[in-house]
Structure formats: structure tokens, C-alpha cells
């Protein structure tokens, strides 16, 4: 988790305004949302496992609700004889409802909550602290604007995803003779 205040501390470092502001709350606020709207609709996109959530669905005459932060369906299970698997009957998702014949359980991606306050906390692993920190800092001082910002993020998604960020480690190996 990623507290927003701590992003609105960096970001006015950033800016120069730690003592003398010139830009108020909601404008972070508003800065750090866009970044959250962004990097959740790349995310989910991409079907990444740092948006994904488990839920129960109690199927009841023929339907059960989704949850409210439901983006994009996974996978989803049943559990038969003991033994859990993945669904093979039909489902149709119609609106926060998905028509199915059987209960089970469901993978899904999910809608990161936006802040309404700097005291919330972003539901994010930290490791996207400073990505926050950067692009919500050129949303407010103006060295780019939101329709840049996917660009920028998806490819900052895409070099801390890539295999080359993970080289193989090689170790010479002993020979004993």
C-alpha cells in the first residue's frame, strides 16, 4: 500500500512548495487520481497479477452479484466432488450481475478506489511509489499532460516487467579432480 500523503510530500519537494504553496490538496489529490485511473486501466490490460482479487460468487436463482470494484473477469472455479476445477458452463456478465448455473469462485481484475483525502491509502503495491511521485509531479508542473501519461507509464510497465530486468545469475561451477 502507498500512502497519498507521502506522494504529496515528494511531489511539493518536487515542485519547491514545501514551505510556501502554491498548489492546494485537491490539486494533488486530482494529480495522484489520474495517475491511479492510468496505471489501473494498464494494468487490467494487460491482465497484471498486481490488479487481480478473489471473490465468492453465491449463485442464487440463476445469478450472482459482482463486486462493486469488478473490472475484468480472470478465471472462475467450482468445487465438485471434493475436487476444485476450473468452470465450463456458461456465464454472462450483464451490468454488477453474472448469470451462471453454479456457485463458485472468481478471479478478477479490479478498479484501484481513488483517494479522497491525503490521509487514504492507494491499494498498490509500493514499488509504484515513485512512479506516482514522478508523473504526478509533471501532471501538476505541466512537463506533460494526461494524454501523454498511458505512454509514459506503459512503457516504465514494460521495463519493470521485462525479463531483462532479471538476468540469469551465472556461477562458475567447481570441478573436483
Do not use: C
Not at 494526461?146 to 525479463?163: F, P, Q
Amino acid at each position: 500500500m502507498i500512502r497519498a500523503q507521502e506522494i504529496a510530500t515528494a511531489v511539493l519537494f518536487n515542485l519547491g512548495e514545501m514551505y510556501s504553496r502554491k498548489h492546494s490538496d485537491p490539486e494533488l489529490i486530482e494529480a495522484i487520481n489520474t495517475v491511479i485511473r492510468t496505471l489501473n486501466m494498464i494494468l487490467i490490460n494487460r491482465d497484471s497479477n498486481w490488479v487481480m482479487k478473489e471473490s465468492n460468487l453465491k449463485v442464487k436463482n440463476g445469478k450472482a452479484t459482482l463486486p462493486e470494484d469488478f473490472a475484468k473477469m480472470r478465471n472462475i472455479y467450482v468445487t465438485e466432488d471434493g475436487e476444485t476445477k476450473n468452470y465450463e458452463g456458461d456465464y454472462r456478465v450483464v451490468g454488477d450481475l453474472i448469470y451462471m448455473d453454479k456457485s463458485g469462485t472468481m478471479d478478477y481484475y479490479y478498479v484501484i478506489p481513488m483517494i479522497s483525502t491525503l490521509e487514504d491509502e492507494i491499494d498498490i503495491p509500493s514499488i509504484f511509489l515513485e512512479m506516482f511521485i514522478r508523473y504526478a509531479t509533471g501532471l501538476i508542473d505541466g512537463s506533460f499532460g494526461s494524454s501523454t501519461l498511458d505512454k509514459v507509464i506503459s512503457g516504465e510497465i514494460d521495463s519493470l516487467s521485462s525479463s531483462e530486468n532479471y538476468p540469469v545469475i551465472e556461477r562458475p561451477m567447481q570441478f573436483y579432480v
